[in-house]
């Protein structure tokens, strides 16, 4: 550490460095001296003059690698000598035999010294070493034995167990067998001499000198001592007896020495258990004189545990080998005294040390101490060993002290003493007493059992004695000991408390003690433990030691249990006493009612009558019990138990005598007499069963069913009701049939369902099971429910026929009742009301409970399936059932669903429907067509729905397989394919599929009804059902459904058609899904995410393919069948093919809408309506298109077609021809209308024409069928021929038209637009009043039909009385008011649709205020208009969101309320303003964002939009997300407008949807200054929030918006380049002027248009100020495209009107591309500054470069 380096000792040609100790020892070595040189006179050898001198040379012959390792040997560092040894024992290994033997004197020598090293690592690897050096050696190291052996004794018991085990096990290699008694034989002078020098004081002289601890120099004293110690008894053990005589002499030394004696008292608990073999002196065959002196020395200090173990048994060794051992005691009454000492201590603690002599060290104690006295202390000690607490707390000690007092005792009882008896009796009852005084049961109780144990073995070790010495003492013993017993318990008893706890720990402890003496007594005796002296020779293992008692013979059992009898007599008397004098039999019956069981028996009965002075065990009863049960104070349910014991030994008359007593009891006791009689075995008692079936019990069983929630009650009622082995009930028929009556006027309770369940077989059972499936109805969730839905159903399939008939009957009649009468069904059930179920039930609910429904239905398969296997013979009796229970009588609607949906399906052309009176529906429809028809109610859709769910809920549960056997078998047939084998199941299917048909009609259209969400919900629930049918049909079974299916479509057509087209759909559809599951590999499968994301895509496409695919997959090609007719059509017989609608309706079904099927229902449709006309018109000369059919026919019969007359007077089949004429009309225009012929393109204009003119002379009914009818017809006609014509020029550019079509627009404007436009606002205006009546079908229709037509109007053709303010007022007051949804969409198309005139209008009334030079006002201008209206509807909306704060929650409107309303008129009308503001250019823009600004139009539309914003966008923008991920439905709504469609639905979400539109329109249009400064009033959340929307949402449309344009029109900016960055918003323009490049940066905040946008110009621009920039696009809403416009045209005014400097010749410089600022006052002429810089140093002037006047 920083010193010097130490260098090694010098040394030339040495092996080792110089020493003067080293050179006197080879001196002596090699100088040849006379021996008697070093000798005195006398012989006594000389001290040398060096001790190095006078030591053995040890080193002779050793090579110098072990003379390395043995110097280490003497180093001090335990380190330094382990290393050593390790590598002395590496060099033994790989050296040879001759080195190593001579190496072994001087292994010897430091041997010695290294075993005994304080460091237990040296020690270990110095034995180590030994056994290598002595493995190594062999037979050769017996030259150093005597040197080697006594130290390696010592290290045989060394405290190091590795060390230990090393020397034990080197020991066993060296000397195996009996060698190791040769060799210690050999050494035995040398052993004794190092033993006795290391006890009698010198171990510390052999110790290092080199440990300087005190400490570690005592621990390593005592480890020498230890293992001198052992070392001693190991000698004494293997040495010969032969040396016994050598011996003695040798050891005297030793004896003489008191410090040998000392060890006994030694401080160190090491050595103080190691000194017991100073009575290991005497096993060698005399103490010589030191016997007395080892036997004081054994009893002079008290120990404890394993020490003075040891002791003891060093001193019953002497008291074996020694008669005379007592002699040798000075004080015998120490020996007492010790002994005594040793007991009370409870054996130390280790009662097991004590166990082994005990007995043996009494069986040598000299007689002259063997008194009573002596015994009495004895035990006593024994007792007193009890309190120890060790000994006590532990389970294994108590048993060994008991088992030692168990010997000692029955030692003491063999002997021949005249006080055996006595102290025998008294130990044995001081013993009972003792154990039963411990308070902690656990310890109590293993004291009593294994104490019982113990003295029943002693008991049966007497009785044998009895039987073999026929002595008087064993059978005084064996008295004495029941004697003890009995008054133990006895006193016991007289000092019990009446406590309960005390009473009951008292009982079971005597029932422990009684119960282990019987079984003990009977069990196998363990085996005998004694003491193995060494002398003494070992049993043969052959021959085991006898069990301390044998199987005793029959006579000694009878005689043990008659005494072990009558104490339990006595005792049970006693207690009986007891209970009778305290009254306290709860507590004594209760526990001792055990022992009783155990012992019963008809002697311990009647010793209990006799107690009582009774002679027979029924005057015990009679007497005695019977009179405490019926008292008040000692009635117990033990008592109850006890009678039924001594039932037995009662005669059938006495039995019966009992039975009839127990009337006389109160009635919880019957119930306890109930309980035990119904059990085993008193139940097959004739007397027992008698009285169950009496009065007695039947009306204890009904008050049972009157207990709620006692769970004893429901298991005895169990118990009463359940069958007995012969398969009776205990009660009698009308205790059944009360106790059912009783549980069926509460079927909820558990106890319920578990007697339906004990009485299934029963018929007296039927009003139970009725009420608990009544129950199962009502409750579906819940354990009540699922028990009653058990009971019912496991029943069912046990009742005899009749009964399941009658609980059939009665199941169908309840789920009729709860299907269609929820409320009449909750009257009966819970009012007992009875309903007669021959009538029609009236139908009083509400609202529809689809899940009440399914419920019901899913009970029908365990109601018809249950016992059934699925075979088909069964089959008719399932159809049995259902027929019966769909064919009861129920309320119906007033009018039939269908008419609603056929009155749709008339109007839209999805079912020809020539025919008034084809069926009721048609004609109903008919009926109402030219009048306002009563719309649907929704207390007729629940009467239907109710019905349809049911039997789809039905079918989908009586189908499916999991519903009625858990277990699939592939090899049988299914319940579905069994089922659907019969007519009427098929039936029910395709009836299934007709209503949803039905439905899906109303769900479509239908959206404008108030309760749509019941028709859309029940749509979507009935459509799972029929899929989860569908799913269930095999292949097989599906072409038996189909082709009933089909021939019911053929046959009936109209929506049977339609269930064909559905079930064919459905069926591939679940066909598709098969083969690609079938297909999908583990590599190909999605996510379940991503498979919900697809499942929208594939849905559509599926159905899409459905649709193409399954209209050509029908039986016999039906869609090729269908091209077949319309292609090969002959006209001639068409008369033939009109009557049967199931064709046409399946060809409408089935068949995509075309020109050819449009064709086919129109020629049906005329001849339906003409049939005479066309029979007397002249048949064509060849086969004519159908078109010229028609045509000819109305120039023969022009009133075919209802041209310019009143549609709400023609017949329904005229309006249906003439609506299906228009249809073919449209198809033929959209398919081919460039090949449509002359005489076909005038047909088509004037039947458009016309029927349009016939729509406004029907305007007074505009809402009747008839006018929807053709309205929706004709209107759909005028968009296909509009967009035609519009684009016919356009067209003409791309191929050459016929003559006739190129002239179509020209004829179009001039002859029919006119009409057609005046004819259309016309109806427009008549629409849009409203007339306070409800919303319909045929409204709805007829304003969707306008609302879409209304943007292809033209109002320059509109009639010249109707003025654009007149126009506006209409539709705004249509959006003011509270109307149907429906009418808001045709006012805001109305509006859309006057935008641009009006926008016009203004443009024209400002240029003309424009043009005026007075000082007039400005005009008025249109968008004043909206003034009124907006401001109404706007203080509405603030009314209706008063409660909502800006930005902090929205608001979601409710579909049909007027706020809804409301709300949507006011986004309708602002998003049609905004749009109007959006069509304004120039000054206009700007005058309207000035009105805008005056009549803060934007802080309400700000204030109101933001409220009604959807909630998924608020909560997205209120979570602090600096970027909100939006969902995409809600991100379309920004951009675009939501689809006004009058099919869909109109609720909050288009509200919401308008709102996002008007946000972004507002921030982005006419009004974003105004919204801008509205924003920044906010506060910080709110502000924050909507800037998130605006990021998120509005600011990417518009800065696209703004891009765009720019990009399309890029091209209008002179001599400039523009670059756009779309992911930056960043716009950057290039303009090349005078040879430079001019830069202007536009860049669009993330917060556009709340932040404005950043514009930069290089310093050095001509015009570097960009903030008017700024303000014209924030504040002014100018487009991007226009300010660029606005800079290149300033920059370049601004350089063109700057002067030229004369110095470069350069407007603006040719490096800064500044430009002149510099002047000259004299010429007026500006320079640039660098430009005259380099003018002055260049001249060396100041002098202006033209008028040379100084600067």
């Known amino acids: 550490m920083g010193g010097k380096t130490k260098q090694s000792q010098r040394t030339k040609n040495n092996v080792r460095p110089s020493s003067s100790g080293r050179s006197a020892e080879l001196l002596s070595n090699t100088i040849k001296v006379d021996p008697s040189f070093g000798v005195l006179g006398q012989g006594k050898p000389l001290p040398v003059l060096f001790s190095t001198l006078g030591v053995s040379n040890i080193d002779l012959g050793l090579s110098p690698e072990y003379s390395v390792c043995f110097k280490k040997l003497n180093k001090k560092d335990p380190i330094t000598k382990t290393k050593a040894l390790q590598e002395l024992t590496e060099l033994v290994k790989n050296s040879n035999v001759d080195e190593v033997v001579a190496a072994l004197p001087s292994w010897a020598h430091f041997y010695q010294t290294l075993i005994i090293d304080s460091d237990r690592r040296v020690r270990e690897a110095a034995q180590l070493c030994h056994g290598a050096l002595v493995a190594a050696s062999g037979r050769r190291a017996a030259p150093q034995l005597r040197r080697l052996l006594p130290a390696w004794l010592l290290a045989r018991h060394d405290d190091h167990a590795p060390v230990s085990a090393q020397a034990h096990a080197q020991l066993k290699m060296t000397f195996p067998e009996n060698k190791l008694g040769e060799a210690i034989s050999f050494c035995k002078s040398e052993i004794m001499t190092l033993l006795i020098d290391n006890l009698t004081g010198n171990a510390e002289a052999m110790l290092s000198k080199k440990l300087d601890n005190p400490e570690e120099r005592e621990i390593q004293i005592v480890r020498v001592l230890c293992s001198s110690l052992r070392a001693l008894d190991l000698f004494l053990t293997e040495l010969p007896e032969v040396h016994n005589d050598w011996l003695w002499d040798a050891i005297g030394p030793l004896l003489q020495a008191n410090t040998f004696w000392k060890l006994a008292a030694h401080q160190s608990q090491n050595i103080r258990p190691r000194s017991r073999r100073q009575g290991g002196v005497v096993r060698r065959g005399g103490a010589r004189g030191w016997g007395a002196r080892a036997a004081r020395a054994l009893l002079a200090r008290a120990e404890g545990g394993a020490v003075a173990a040891q002791r003891w048994a060093a001193l019953l060794h002497v008291m074996h080998r020694r008669e005379e051992w007592h002699t040798w005691l000075d004080k015998k009454d120490l020996l007492m005294k010790r002994l005594l000492e040793v007991i009370e201590n409870g054996g130390w603690g280790d009662a097991r040390l004590l166990s082994n002599m005990l007995l043996p060290l009494l069986a040598k104690l000299p007689a002259d101490l063997i008194t009573k006295d002596f015994y009495i202390a004895f035990f006593s000690a024994i007792f007193t060993g009890f309190n120890n607490k060790i000994l006590i707390s532990s389970k294994s000690e108590r048993q060994t002290w008991i088992n030692i007092l168990e010997e000692c005792l029955r030692y003491l009882s063999i002997q021949q003493h005249e006080y055996v008896i006595e102290v025998v009796t008294f130990v044995h009852r001081t013993w009972l007493e003792k154990i039963f005084e411990y308070t902690d049961m656990q310890v109590k109780n293993h004291l009593i059992k294994h104490s019982s144990t113990t003295m029943a073995s002693l008991v049966k070790y007497w009785l044998k004695q009895t039987k073999q010495e026929n002595s008087e003492k064993y059978d005084q013993l064996i008295r004495n000991f029941w004697l003890n017993i009995g008054s133990t318990i006895t006193a016991q008893?007289?000092?019990?408390?009446?406590?309960?706890?005390?009473?009951?720990?008292?009982?079971?402890?005597?029932?422990?003690?009684?119960?282990?003496?019987?079984?003990?007594?009977?069990?196998?005796?363990?085996?005998?433990?004694?003491?193995?002296?060494?002398?003494?020779?070992?049993?043969?293992?052959?021959?085991?030691?006898?069990?301390?008692?044998?199987?005793?013979?029959?006579?000694?059992?009878?005689?043990?249990?008659?005494?072990?009898?009558?104490?339990?007599?006595?005792?049970?008397?006693?207690?009986?006493?007891?209970?009778?004098?305290?009254?306290?039999?709860?507590?004594?019956?209760?526990?001792?009612?055990?022992?009783?069981?155990?012992?019963?028996?008809?002697?311990?009965?009647?010793?209990?009558?006799?107690?009582?002075?009774?002679?027979?065990?029924?005057?015990?009863?009679?007497?005695?019990?019977?009179?405490?049960?019926?008292?008040?104070?000692?009635?117990?349910?033990?008592?109850?138990?006890?009678?039924?014991?001594?039932?037995?030994?009662?005669?059938?008359?006495?039995?019966?005598?009992?039975?009839?007593?127990?009337?006389?009891?109160?009635?919880?006791?019957?119930?306890?007499?109930?309980?035990?009689?119904?059990?085993?075995?008193?139940?097959?008692?004739?007397?027992?069963?008698?009285?169950?079936?009496?009065?007695?019990?039947?009306?204890?069983?009904?008050?049972?069913?009157?207990?709620?929630?006692?769970?004893?009650?429901?298991?005895?009622?169990?118990?009463?009701?359940?069958?007995?082995?012969?398969?009776?009930?205990?009660?009698?028929?009308?205790?059944?049939?009360?106790?059912?009556?009783?549980?069926?006027?509460?079927?909820?309770?558990?106890?319920?369902?578990?007697?339906?369940?004990?009485?299934?077989?029963?018929?007296?059972?039927?009003?139970?099971?009725?009420?608990?499936?009544?129950?199962?109805?009502?409750?579906?969730?819940?354990?009540?429910?699922?028990?009653?839905?058990?009971?019912?159903?496991?029943?069912?399939?046990?009742?005899?026929?009749?009964?399941?008939?009658?609980?059939?009957?009665?199941?169908?009649?309840?789920?009729?009742?709860?299907?269609?009468?929820?409320?009449?069904?909750?009257?009966?059930?819970?009012?007992?009301?009875?309903?007669?179920?021959?009538?029609?039930?009236?139908?009083?609910?509400?609202?529809?409970?689809?899940?009440?429904?399914?419920?019901?239905?899913?009970?029908?398969?365990?109601?018809?399936?249950?016992?059934?296997?699925?075979?088909?013979?069964?089959?008719?009796?399932?159809?049995?059932?259902?027929?019966?229970?769909?064919?009861?009588?129920?309320?119906?609607?007033?009018?039939?669903?269908?008419?609603?949906?056929?009155?749709?399906?008339?109007?839209?052309?999805?079912?020809?429907?020539?025919?008034?009176?084809?069926?009721?529906?048609?004609?109903?429809?008919?009926?109402?067509?030219?009048?306002?028809?009563?719309?649907?109610?929704?207390?007729?859709?629940?009467?239907?729905?109710?019905?349809?769910?049911?039997?789809?809920?039905?079918?989908?549960?009586?189908?499916?397989?999991?519903?009625?056997?858990?277990?699939?078998?592939?090899?049988?047939?299914?319940?579905?394919?069994?089922?659907?084998?019969?007519?009427?199941?098929?039936?029910?299917?395709?009836?299934?599929?007709?209503?949803?048909?039905?439905?899906?009609?109303?769900?479509?259209?239908?959206?404008?009804?108030?309760?749509?969400?019941?028709?859309?919900?029940s749509k979507e629930r009935m459509e799972n059902l029929i899929e989860d049918i569908l799913s269930e049909i095999t292949p097989e079974t599906k072409n038996v459904v189909m082709s009933y299916i089909h021939e019911n479509a053929i046959t009936k057509g109209y929506y049977w058609s339609y269930a064909k087209k559905l079930f064919v759909v459905k069926m591939n559809k679940i066909a598709h899904e098969i083969r690609e599951s079938e297909n999908e590999t583990p590599e190909s499968q999605l996510s379940f995410d991503d498979r919900l994301e697809e499942s929208k895509v594939c849905d559509e496409k599926s159905e899409k393919e459905d649709d193409s695919e399954t209209t050509n997959k029908t039986p016999e090609n039906e869609s090729n069948e269908y091209q077949n007719v319309i292609e090969n059509l002959d006209i001639s017989k068409l008369e033939e093919m009109i009557t049967g609608s199931g064709f046409f309706h399946s060809l409408q079904a089935d068949a995509a809408p075309s020109e050819q099927s449009r064709a086919l229902l129109m020629l049906r449709s005329v001849w339906r309506a003409h049939a005479h006309e066309c029979a007397a018109a002249a048949p064509p000369a060849a086969p004519a298109a159908p078109a010229d059919v028609v045509i000819d026919l109305y120039y023969q019969h022009n009133h075919i077609m209802l041209y310019e007359t009143d549609l709400t007077a023609a017949p329904w089949s005229q309006i249906v021809s003439n609506a299906a004429i228009v249809r073919f009309l449209t198809e033929g225009v959209r398919a081919r209308g460039w090949e449509l012929g002359a005489h076909q393109w005038d047909f088509t204009t004037i039947t458009l024409c016309s029927l349009v003119t016939s729509l406004r002379l029907s305007a007074h009914r505009w809402w009747c069928c008839k006018v929807a009818i053709v309205a929706r017809a004709v209107l759909e006609l005028f968009g296909v021929v509009h967009e035609f014509v519009r684009g016919v020029r356009a067209e003409a550019e791309r191929r050459q038209p016929s003559a006739h079509v190129l002239a179509l627009p020209t004829e179009w404007a001039d002859i029919f637009a006119p009409d057609l436009n005046k004819n259309l606002f016309e109806l427009l205006m008549i629409m849009l009043k409203q007339d306070g009546s409800a919303m319909t079908s045929c409204r709805v229709s007829s304003l969707g039909a306008l609302a879409a037509c209304g943007a292809r109007l033209q109002w320059e053709r509109a009639p010249a009385a109707l003025s654009l303010r007149a126009a506006s007022a209409a539709a705004l007051a249509a959006l003011r008011g509270v109307a149907h949804p429906a009418l808001k969409y045709l006012a805001f198309a109305a509006l859309d649709l006057l935008a641009e005139p009006l926008v016009l209008h203004d443009a024209e009334k400002l240029a003309e205020w424009c043009g005026r030079e007075d000082d007039s006002p400005r005009p008025e201008f249109t968008l004043t208009y909206y003034d009124e209206t907006l401001v109404h509807l706007q203080d509405l909306v603030d009314a209706a969101l008063s409660n909502i704060n800006v930005c902090e929650g929205t608001c979601e409107m409710v579909a049909p309320s007027d706020s809804h309303s409301v709300a949507l008129g006011h986004q309708l009308l602002a998003v049609a303003l905004l749009r109007h503001c959006a069509r304004a250019r120039g000054d206009l823009a700007q005058f309207y964002i000035e009105l805008l600004r005056e009549g803060a139009y934007a802080a309400g539309l700000m204030s109101s939009c933001v409220r009604l914003l959807p909630a998924d966008v608020l909560r997205a923008a209120l979570e602090g997300?600096?970027?909100?991920?939006?969902?995409?439905?809600?991100?379309?709504?920004?951009?675009?407008?939501?689809?006004?469609?009058?099919?869909?639905?109109?609720?909050?979400?288009t509200v919401s949807a308008l709102a996002c539109l008007v946000l972004a329109e507002t921030l982005g249009g006419a009004a974003a200054g105004e919204a801008r400064g509205w924003c920044g009033a906010l506060g910080v959340r709110a502000a924050g929030a909507l800037r998130r929307v605006v990021r998120a949402a509005v600011a990417p449309a518009l800065r696209r918006r703004l891009l765009l344009q720019l990009r399309d029109r890029a091209h209008e900016l002179p001599d400039s380049q523009v670059t756009i960055q779309w992911s930056r918003a960043e716009v950057r323009c290039e303009l090349e002027l005078e040879e430079r490049t001019l830069e202007l940066t536009v860049q669009f905040a993330e917060e556009h248009p709340l932040v404005p946008p950043q514009v930069t110009a290089p310093p050095n621009s001509?015009?570097?100020?960009?903030?008017?920039?700024?303000?014209?696009?924030?504040?002014?809403?100018?487009?991007?495209?226009?300010?660029?416009?606005?800079?290149?045209?300033?920059?370049?005014?601004?350089?063109?009107?700057?002067?030229?400097?004369?110095?470069?010749?350069?407007?603006?410089?040719?490096?800064?591309?500044?430009?002149?600022?510099?002047?000259?006052?004299?010429c007026r002429n500006k320079f640039h500054s660098p430009c005259l810089r380099k003018w002055f140093s260049t001249s060396n002037k100041s002098n202006c470069p033209l008028c040379r006047t100084k600067f």
């Open 493 to 1017: 008893i007289d000092k019990l408390t009446v406590e309960r706890d005390d009473i009951v720990q008292m009982i079971e402890s005597h029932i422990l003690l009684l119960q282990t003496l019987k079984t003990a007594f009977l069990q196998e005796g363990k085996k005998q433990h004694h003491i193995q002296f060494a002398d003494q020779k070992m049993p043969d293992a052959k021959d085991p030691p006898p069990a301390v008692t044998e199987q005793c013979d029959v006579t000694l059992v009878e005689r043990f249990n008659h005494n072990l009898n009558d104490v339990v007599e006595s005792t049970c008397c006693k207690y009986f006493a007891f209970a009778h004098e305290k009254q306290v039999s709860q507590a004594v019956f209760t526990s001792l009612i055990t022992l009783m069981i155990k012992f019963e028996s008809k002697n311990l009965f009647l010793a209990l009558a006799r107690h009582f002075n009774q002679n027979s065990v029924y005057g015990l009863y009679d007497s005695v019990l019977r009179n405490w049960l019926a008292g008040d104070t000692m009635r117990c349910k033990a008592l109850v138990d006890l009678i039924f014991i001594i039932l037995k030994y009662l005669s059938e008359e006495e039995q019966d005598g009992m039975f009839k007593s127990f009337q006389q009891f109160p009635p919880f006791v019957v119930e306890w007499c109930i309980s035990r009689t119904l059990s085993h075995p008193h139940c097959s008692s004739a007397a027992g069963k008698r009285w169950l079936r009496g009065d007695v019990v039947e009306a204890s069983v009904v008050a049972l069913c009157k207990r709620e929630e006692d769970s004893d009650a429901d298991d005895m009622l169990l118990k009463c009701l359940s069958p007995d082995d012969t398969g009776e009930a205990a009660l009698s028929e009308r205790g059944v049939a009360r106790v059912v009556r009783a549980l069926s006027a509460a079927p909820a309770s558990a106890r319920a369902a578990r007697a339906a369940a004990a009485l299934a077989p029963c018929a007296l059972a039927l009003p139970l099971l009725d009420a608990l499936f009544r129950l199962s109805l009502e409750r579906p969730a819940g354990e009540a429910g699922a028990a009653a839905r058990g009971a019912w159903s496991g029943a069912l399939a046990a009742l005899p026929g009749g009964a399941r008939a009658r609980l059939l009957a009665l199941a169908r009649a309840a789920l009729h009742r709860h299907v269609h009468s929820r409320k009449l069904l909750q009257l009966y059930l819970f009012k007992n009301v009875s309903l007669p179920i021959s009538k029609p039930l009236s139908f009083s609910t509400d609202e529809l409970d689809m899940k009440g429904i399914e419920h019901a239905a899913s009970l029908c398969p365990y109601l018809f399936l249950s016992g059934l296997n699925n075979s088909p013979e069964n089959a008719g009796e399932i159809v049995s059932h259902t027929k019966e229970l769909f064919e009861m009588q129920t309320q119906r609607p007033e009018v039939p669903i269908e008419v609603y949906a056929l009155r749709c399906d008339c109007i839209e052309g999805n079912i020809n429907c020539p025919f008034e009176n084809e069926n009721e529906f048609i004609e109903r429809v008919v009926r109402d067509s030219d009048k306002e028809h009563e719309e649907l109610m929704k207390k007729d859709l629940i009467l239907y729905l109710n019905e349809s769910l049911f039997r789809a809920s039905f079918l989908r549960a009586i189908l499916s397989k999991n519903a009625v056997s858990d277990e699939d078998d592939d090899e049988t047939e299914s319940w579905c394919d069994v089922l659907l084998r019969e007519e009427y199941f098929k039936a029910k299917l395709n009836r299934v599929l007709y209503e949803y048909v039905v439905l899906n009609v109303l769900y479509e259209k239908y959206a404008f009804w108030p309760d749509y969400e019941v028709i859309k919900e």
């Open 1521 to 1549: 997300t600096e970027r909100p991920a939006l969902p995409a439905r809600w991100l379309r709504c920004f951009r675009e407008l939501p689809a006004l469609d009058v099919y869909k639905r109109c609720d909050g979400e």
């Open 1662 to 1722: 001509p015009a570097p100020d960009t903030q008017w920039i700024v303000l014209y696009l924030a504040y002014q809403n100018g487009t991007l495209l226009n300010a660029l416009k606005m800079w290149i045209s300033a920059v370049t005014a601004r350089v063109q009107s700057s002067p030229q400097c004369y110095i470069c010749y350069c407007r603006m410089h040719p490096s800064s591309g500044r430009l002149p600022t510099v002047p000259c006052h004299q």
